[in-house]
């Protein structure tokens, strides 16, 4: 099974940019530590950030047919960005949004996201550590997924 991890605006900033917001740790890091989880659990994942919308965009269309789920940070296009929303919501391929900070306390703007609204699960607030709760959340989802497919196809055999 396979996993696209897309970073939205800014994040390639992570580690440098307002620490006391987002801690110490570059988005390298988290994705090795990510790399390690996904080769534990037989999974490949493959990794892209991109400050453009339309290049985002492009990514979440291109995961239709290749990736079995995603996991985003759409940064600050979660607050702005219909066209991101749109393409998760076509793509159908499991995504579960993932903040660093926890937006719900901090300005107004970041208090909506129009994203999360059509991904399967949204976790906030907890460091990079919320990476890897995506990770289990998204292998559990793609999981029942799977199961589904299976009983669905052993009904019409
Ligand atoms: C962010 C929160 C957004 O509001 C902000 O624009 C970001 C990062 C986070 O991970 O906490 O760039 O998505």
Redesign the pocket.
Known sequence: MKIVVIQ????NMLGVREQH??GPMKLEEIHQQMKSFAEQNGLEVEFFQSNLEGEIVDKIQECMGDADGIII????Y??TSIAIRDALSAVEVPAIE????N?HA?EDF?KKSLTAEVTAGVI?GMGPFGYHLAMIGIIQIMGEINAMKEAEEQQNA
């Open positions: 939205g605006p800014n994040l917001i987002y940070n759409p940064a600050a979660s607050h993932v903040h660093l900070s937006i901090r970041r906030a």
